[in-house]
C-alpha cells in the first residue's frame, strides 16, 4: 500500500513539474518573444531548478499555457497583435495564391506575439517555381533549405524568408504538389486563404 501511495505521489510531483514547466515557458515565449518551443521549456526547467527533467510539458501542453497567459494578461493588446499578422499572412498568400498556400504555426494557432514570424507552406513541383516567382516580381527575399517530413522520410526542400515593410518576416517552405494531398494537413493546424480569411472575418 505504502509503495503504491508512494508511486502515486511521484506520479502526481511530476504532473505537477510538467504545468509548472508549460506555464513558465509559456511566460517566456510571450514576454521574451522566444518562438522556439523546444528552448523556451529548457530555459524554463533551468530557472525552475529541474534543468535534468525528463518530463518536458509537450508542445501542445505549452500552447495551450501560452492561451491562458495571453487572455489573462494581455487580453487589450494581443488581439490586435494577432490581427496584423494574419493580415499580413493573408495578403502574402493571395500574392503566391498559385501555389496553394497554407498558414501554420503561431499565427494560426491564436499564440504569435509582437516577435512572432509568419509561416506558410507552398507546393510545386518545379523546385525553382517560387524563386522565380520572386526574383520576376523584384520581392525581396533570403534563400536557404528546410527539412521536411515529405511522404514518412525527411527531404530538404527550399525556403524563402520575405520581410515586410512592418518589418514582420514570412517563412515559407516549398513541398512537392502530392504533400499537399497527403492527408497529413488538418483544419486545426493548416489553413488556406479562405480559412484565414474566416478568421479575419470574426
Known sequence: MNKEHNTRNHACKRDLMRVQLAHQ???LMA??????????????????????TQHLPSNQ????ALH?????????????I???LRKEAIAT????????????GSVL???????????????SDDAKAVLLFLLNRDIEFADGEWKARVGG????VPSYTLTGESGIQTHIIVLPENARHSGSRHPETHADIAAVGSLLAV
Do not use: C
Open 82 to 84: 494577432l490581427r496584423q
Open 68 to 80: 491562458s497567459y495571453l487572455a489573462l494578461y494581455q487580453h487589450d493588446s494581443h488581439p490586435g
Open 93 to 104: 498568400m493571395r500574392l503566391l495564391a498559385e501555389f496553394h498556400p497554407y498558414l501554420t
Open 153 to 156: 522520410h525527411e527531404e530538404t
Open 31 to 52: 514576454e521574451d518573444g522566444i518562438t522556439d518551443h523546444a528552448f523556451a521549456k529548457r530555459k524554463a526547467a533551468r530557472q525552475l531548478g529541474a534543468a535534468d
Open 25 to 27: 515557458a509559456a511566460k
Open 61 to 64: 501542453e505549452v500552447d495551450d
Open 109 to 123: 494557432s491564436g499564440t504569435a506575439g509582437i516577435q512572432s514570424d509568419i509561416n506558410l507552406m507552398l507546393f
